[in-house]
């Protein structure tokens, strides 16, 4: 199955999260853009995007990093991500590692026209807002800091999912609140970033959802771990994932 008939080439940056703990959002990421026609290829060798390193200052190693994903990259027409926060570490982090640098800044600004987030790629550039996905739960949609702040992407995601067959669309209060992950913040600030953790638990139990929604797994990993402490059966998943059901 493909939408308006053309083919678009593109690359899958995975990111390490996804590879190492939630594979099946990889596998459900290719086969949703493979049904909309996307030439989809995987350059081997990619690795993480240096958000990390970056995060805590540690400039001069996260631009180590940001240089081999560039250049694992390099012959990619399109970069598609399945993570709000890694896509905005390339268009926000990279030019900032490389600036001053008449060579890398260059190769950072070239690959930022060529990156989307997943959601960003399906909407704004293959113009496709209904996959044919039927998914037939109660669903609600937690919006990242990163993809939401950062790259502006606030309502792509959600225009999917309303166009999702049978899926029964209910608006998160305060969806635009921190999960309280933050990547190294939860570690070093656990107990506030704890307290924020529960109190985003506690509005998606007000929905009376099913089903949490996310487009970053660092913040489903979070919320997904508090639910399961408090014995909460809402499932997590991703954004791919249920673009991916029912097809």
């Not at 949490?212 to 954004?239: A, F, Q, W």
Request: one cysteine or more; proline letters at 3%; charged letters at 20%.
């Amino acid at each position: 199955m493909t939408f308006g008939g053309v083919i678009l080439k593109a690359s899958l940056f995975v990111t390490c999260i996804a590879d190492m703990m939630y594979a099946e959002v990889g596998e459900s990421t290719v086969r949703v853009l493979r049904r909309l026609g996307v030439d989809l290829d995987f350059p081997e060798g990619q690795t993480c995007c240096g958000q990390p390193a970056y995060s805590c200052g540690y400039h001069k190693e996260a631009a180590h990093v940001a240089k081999k994903v560039i250049e694992v990259f390099e012959h990619s027409e399109r970069i598609i991500m399945p993570s709000g926060s890694c896509a905005s570490m390339v268009h926000h982090g990279y030019p900032e590692l490389f600036r001053g640098d008449p060579v890398w800044e260059k190769k950072a600004h070239e690959f930022v026209h060529k990156t989307y987030e997943f959601s960003q790629f399906i909407v704004d550039v293959l113009g496709v807002t209904d996959v044919g996905a039927t998914f037939n739960k109660k669903v609600t949609y937690h919006s990242s800091c990163h993809m939401s702040r950062l790259l502006g992407i606030e309502e792509q995601p959600k225009t999917l999912l309303k166009n999702v067959k049978g899926l029964d669309f209910v608006e998160l209060p305060y969806a635009f609140d921190c999960c309280g992950f933050g990547g190294t913040f939860s570690m070093k600030l656990s107990d506030i970033s704890g307290a924020i953790v529960e109190e985003k638990v506690d509005h998606i139990v007000e929905t009376g959802a099913e089903v949490l929604v996310g487009c970053d797994l660092t913040c489903l990993m979070n919320i997904g771990g508090r639910l399961s402490r408090r014995g909460i059966p809402v499932k997590v998943m991703h954004l791919a994932q249920v673009l991916d059901q029912g097809v």
